[in-house]
Structures are given as structure tokens and as C-alpha cells.
């Protein structure tokens, strides 16, 4: 039998981590004192008008969830990955969980740490991300916790509102995908819908 050479060979292997490809989100959630913390993620999709979001035990955004469920989820677009990049090695949490400290370091003023805008919301208590051209308003339904040994919380938000930049907005109801350029994070490096723009300060290749 003579082998197909159109299919390509495959080999096992056994990734640190899984992020192959999914929208960056800002997500900013409510602080103690009413102002917002801003954790950047990548594991969230959405359905109709829900959007799930997935989110590691001990940081501030779950911390905050679980007290108060308004969030924003802001989407940036490729040219903010710097911005993005800067809040990475940031936490709300102090003093900073013995898991984090050796690469993270606390920050409570993550707006301006990384030179971003607080516009007040609508319908929540969280501040939208001014440069981040998609800003959605949603508000916690559920959060699952789940995983061993690292665990993680499955969260359930429904929409409230959607903001856009107006350059984006194609309609009352649309979005122009020719003008949308999300920030995409790959494997812990950074690209738009184009080439790679940078990584992350974790990447290891």
C-alpha cells in the first residue's frame, strides 16, 4: 500500500500550556474601594448572549468576582499588545500569593501602570478600557470551580451591552470584520491577524 503524501505526519507531543489561538480580554472587575482591577486573559468565548470565561484560582478578578459580579470584558486590538504585555506581570492581590511571587509583582493602580483609560459603564459598576475598541458589559450568572491539582473557575457572564469604537461599528447591529483586528495570543506570543507582534514575558521558545 502506497503511503498518501498529501497527509502530513503527525508526532505526540506534550505542551506546557494550551493557548492556541484565542482573543486577548481585558477583563476589568470591581475592586473593594470601587475602583477596577484589569486582568488580562485569554480563555473566553461567547454564545448568543453569554460569554464564558475561564479564570485561574487566587487572582483578582475571580477574588472580585465572587464578591461582586459586574465585569467588562474589553477586547484590544493588535496595536495594544504592549499595553497588554505590561499588565502581565501584574497582580491585584497583596500581599502577592506564594505562587505568583517569584514572577509577579502587585499593582494597584493597573490602569495606569499601563497607560490605559477608565470610561464609566452603563448598566455596571466596573470601568470600561477607553483604547480597547470592543467593551462589553456583563454581569456574573454562575462560576464552577473545577481542576486538580491547579484549579480554575469556569465563569458565566450574560451581556448586558456592547460598546465599539465608531470607526468599527458597521451598523446598529454589526461589527465590521474588515476593520477588527483582535489581539490574538498563540502558544504565549502576541499576533494580530497578520504576523507575530511580540510574546509575553512567560514564553519559553
Known amino acids: 500500500m502506497i503511503a498518501d503524501t498529501r497527509i502530513p505526519a503527525t508526532r505526540t ?13 481585558l477583563l476589568t472587575t470591581v475592586n473593594e474601594d470601587g475602583t477596577s482591577n484589569i486582568t488580562p486573559m485569554s480563555s ?12 485561574g484560582e487566587g487572582g483578582k478578578g475571580l477574588l472580585n468576582l465572587s464578591r461582586d459580579p459586574d465585569c467588562v470584558i474589553n477586547l484590544p486590538s493588535a496595536d495594544l499588545w504592549h499595553q497588554v504585555e505590561a499588565l502581565a506581570p501584574l497582580t491585584g492581590v497583596n500581599p502577592v500569593p506564594t505562587s ?10 493597573k490602569f495606569a501602570a499601563a497607560g490605559l483609560t477608565p470610561l464609566a459603564s452603563d448598566c455596571v459598576r466596573s470601568a470600561r478600557i477607553a483604547q480597547c475598541p470592543i467593551q462589553i458589559e456583563a454581569s456574573v450568572q454562575s462560576i464552577q470551580m473545577t481542576g486538580d491539582p491547579v484549579r480554575f473557575a469556569i465563569v458565566e457572564t450574560l451581556v448586558h451591552r456592547v460598546h465599539v469604537h465608531e470607526g468599527l461599528a458597521q451598523s446598529d447591529e454589526h461589527v465590521n470584520p474588515a476593520r477588527w483586528n483582535p489581539l490574538i495570543y498563540s502558544f504565549r506570543h502576541y499576533f494580530g491577524l497578520g504576523c507575530e507582534l511580540g510574546k509575553t514575558f512567560r514564553a519559553q521558545v
Not at 507531543?13 to 480580554?25: A, D, E, R, S, W
Not at 453569554?50 to 479564570?55: D, H
Request: avoid cysteine.
Open 13 to 25: 507531543i506534550h505542551p506546557k500550556i494550551l493557548y492556541f489561538g484565542t482573543p486577548v480580554v
Open 44 to 55: 473566553a468565548w461567547a454564545l448568543t448572549d453569554r460569554i464564558i470565561l475561564g479564570l
Open 100 to 109: 505568583k511571587a517569584a514572577q509577579f509583582h502587585f499593582a494597584r493602580d
